[in-house]
């Protein structure tokens, strides 16, 4: 297969990544339809593309026509079945649940045409460890979305020992077509590129927090004023979810048996809590709270 042989797209999950990527392809002119289990995400994400297109038309990000033809490519819906039985490229976001995952990757399989790529834009779940829920190894791969999808550039493109060439070329080609900018990642590696960077960083800035160094705003601008990052560890963390952070440092500890993969006390403290960042208006900052529709 190649690029222009894409033409259908099927997203499962209509969470932050998976609407937007859904809302992405849509606007790249690629038919979408997304999926979810939960009617409330549905409704949510379907309220999102309603709210942007017109807001981006009216800042003179994107022409009428495109917004208009955007909101007719893009399509939301319970039935995974219905959403992917036509799909060249199926994109899974959904939560980080490795069992979640390849349940979902072998009702896929059954489902979407033997040709479509299966990606997951798992951030720390390689798809080696999907990969054998499927009968068509070549064409499963990590394909690393950066939140917020429509925003950020960057794309991790995770090649594992299973996966083709032609599979990890087109992967990276659809990328370009939606103006992204792809990295290929040639080997499984524990947080692939960019993650394992800011974990560095991160651990770090915890430490520091957690020790009473100094405190998370105090930390943000000296990486924001002093090392020109855009925004700081703690910021970031409330935007990618505090919630992550937890699942992300517990599955390295299930890995490695090391404790200082265990997510830091103050890590925890906010994940008991259930203070995720901005989607439940407080982390490591107060946020207005998200309102219910």
Not at 34 to 59: H, I, Q, T, W
Not at 87 to 102: G, P, Q, S, Y
Not at 254 to 259: A, I, V
């Amino acid at each position: 297969m190649k690029l222009e042989d894409v033409k259908n797209v099927c997203v499962v999950g209509a969470g932050n990544m998976g609407h937007q990527i859904s809302l992405l392809c849509a606007i790249y002119g690629y038919k979408t339809k997304c999926s979810d289990v939960v009617p409330e995400m549905l409704k949510k994400a379907d309220n999102f593309v309603n709210n942007y297109l017109p807001g981006r038309v009216e800042k003179g990000k994107l022409t009428k026509e495109v917004a208009e033809a955007a909101r007719k490519n893009i399509s939301f819906t319970a039935d995974m079945k219905e959403a992917a039985k036509d799909a060249d490229f199926v994109i899974e976001a959904a939560t980080e649940v490795l069992d979640l995952k390849r349940k979902i990757f072998a009702d896929l399989d059954k489902i979407a045409p033997p040709h479509a790529i299966l990606a997951t834009n798992s951030s720390f779940i390689v798809s080696s460890r999907i990969v054998d829920a499927t009968k068509r190894p070549d064409k499963v791969l990590n394909m690393h979305f950066f939140n917020p999808a429509l925003v950020m550039k960057l794309v991790e493109v995770v090649r594992g020992p299973h996966v083709s060439e032609e599979s990890a070329n087109l992967t990276m080609d659809f990328c370009k077509k939606l103006e992204k900018v792809p990295v290929l990642i040639k080997k499984e590696v524990d947080g692939f590129l960019l993650n394992r960077i800011f974990r560095v960083i991160s651990r770090e800035a915890l430490w520091m927090l957690d020790m009473g160094v100094a405190s998370a705003e105090d930390i943000d601008k000296a990486c924001v004023y002093g090392a020109g990052h855009p925004m700081g560890p703690f910021r970031l963390n409330d935007l990618t979810g505090i919630d992550l952070t937890y699942i992300m440092g517990m599955e390295g500890f299930r890995k490695s048996g090391n404790p200082a993969d265990l997510p830091s006390p103050s890590v925890v403290e906010h994940y008991v809590k259930g203070e995720y960042g901005e989607k439940t208006g407080k982390g490591w900052y107060e946020y207005k709270k998200p309102e219910k529709k």
